[in-house]
Structure formats: C-alpha cells, structure tokens
C-alpha cells in the first residue's frame, strides 16, 4: 500500500513562496502518474500540476503556469510544487495523489483516475 505525505505548507503574503512536498513511504517512484491537486472551501477539488516519474514530463493547469513547478528528486522517493508569486487564490488544501505504473496523458487533473492520495496541507496567502 503507498502512502504519500504531504508537507511544506505554511501561511505566507502575496508575491511569496512556498514549496510542497510528497514523499511515498515505502515506494520509489517508477514511471508513475504524480499529480498536485487543491481544493478551496466550497470548490470542488482541481488539478494543479502532474509529473510523470518515468520521463519527468510535466503539465500544469492555466492558473498555475509560469509561477508553480513540478519536479522530482534524484532518489525519485519525493515530488515537489514549487509555488512563486503566490495570490490569495492560490489559498487551499493542497494533495498529492499518484497513479501508479501509468502515464499522465490529458487525464491527469481528474480526480476520479487517482486512488492513492495523501493528507493534505494547508496553503494560506493573505493579501
């Protein structure tokens, strides 16, 4: 069973940053679809940003593009979100979820593909 932990979150003023990470205990990331999802109070959880582990190709929503990067480690045990230039709408719970042995392709913000996700962490910009 893989469980991701999610860390990295944190209140910080607009213009700021933050980078989040996802650590599969007892797993090493192997050609695995990575996805970052949040979901604010009253909205519907969105995807963010995906990797696919096996190639480190990435893809980003239109909100998060040019400030957000997605990146994995050397061991392949962690994927990052690196988030820049944070806005108060970038306010959420952020999560990791992965898709194990499959690519990304064009699904990988729906939340339905993914059954391993992790906790959660709290990720607040004031204006």
Not at 16 to 45: H, I, M
Request: charge should be positive; charged fraction near 15%.
């Amino acid at each position: 069973q893989v469980q991701l932990v999610e860390s990295g979150g944190g209140s910080v003023q607009a213009g700021g940053s933050l980078r989040l990470s996802c650590t599969a205990s007892g797993y090493t990331y192997n050609q695995d679809c990575v996805s970052w999802f949040r979901q604010a109070p009253g909205k519907e959880r969105e995807g963010v940003a995906a990797i696919y582990t096996g190639g480190a190709v990435t893809s980003y929503a239109d909100s998060v593009k040019g400030r957000f990067t997605i990146s994995q480690d050397n061991a392949k045990t962690t994927v990052y979100l690196q988030m820049n230039n944070l806005k108060p709408e970038d306010t959420a719970v952020y999560y990791c979820a992965v898709d194990l042995r499959l690519k990304c392709s064009t699904s990988w913000h729906r939340v339905s593909r993914f059954e391993h996700w992790g906790q959660g962490t709290q990720v607040t910009v004031s204006s």
